[in-house]
């Protein structure tokens, strides 16, 4: 099998790396990633600058291909240009700190999974729960068993999921749940501040995870000691709505 590596924190993040060496026992495992942290740019693309690519040691004895561009960038490239012949599956992460709800759509650990489905290669994103220590090996293991049965049960249909491990020090996590991603939103403010030079500031405060209590959510199973895995799609049409819009008789 061969497996396409990207993430959003950069080329040499312990999550990216743990996620390498248990994704070797699976087959050939190409890492094309940042070369700096790219978190919470979303789907973003680089249109307007070039994109240079540099052989990284990994430091375990692999090498990967390190692009100052964005996760989105590095698997369009990898898929487009870096890769003799694409791969069966594209995976990213680990990602250190959870990507659940509405945090998907900020998450470039998601996009660069996002980026791989686009292509109709099968797609994982891999996130742990931040925590004082952070098992990544431990996530990544979880992670494969999970990649090594959608590709027994998918086969070549093009799947893209969302995984979450929560902190494994904590314990094991209480098993795994399949459920759809939250809609509630954050619990988050703004605080205005000063420069030196007196000028106003604003730094985002609160928290931007939500919380969703009693339903059936990636929150909720999360919170309740879950891995949670959400099946994503790429088509943001709000299918139940378009022939009520088709009903306002839009007029120019
Ligand atoms: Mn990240």
Sequence with gaps: MRILLSNDDGIMAPGLLALRRALAELGDVTVVAPTVAQSAVGHAITLTDPIRVHRVDLGDGAKGYGVNGRPADCVKLALLELM????????????????????????????????????????????IEDSDAVDYDGAAAIARRIIDQMMARGGKTPLLLNVNVPDLAAGPPKGIRVVPQSMKGFNEGWERRSDPRGRTYYWMTGNQEG???????????????????????????????????????LRL
């Design 84 to 127: 003799p012949e694409p791969p069966d599956l594209v995976a990213s992460g680990v990602n250190l700190g959870t990507n659940l709800g509405i945090n998907v759509l900020y998450s470039g650990t998601v996009a660069a999974a996002v980026e791989g489905a686009f292509f109709g290669v099968p797609s994982v994103a891999v996130s």
């Design 211 to 249: 919380e969703d209590h009693g339903v059936d959510s990636d929150v909720a199973a999360f919170d309740e000691g879950y891995v949670t895995v959400t099946p994503l799609r790429f088509d943001l049409t709000d299918r139940h709505r378009i022939d009520n819009v088709r009903g306002w008789d």
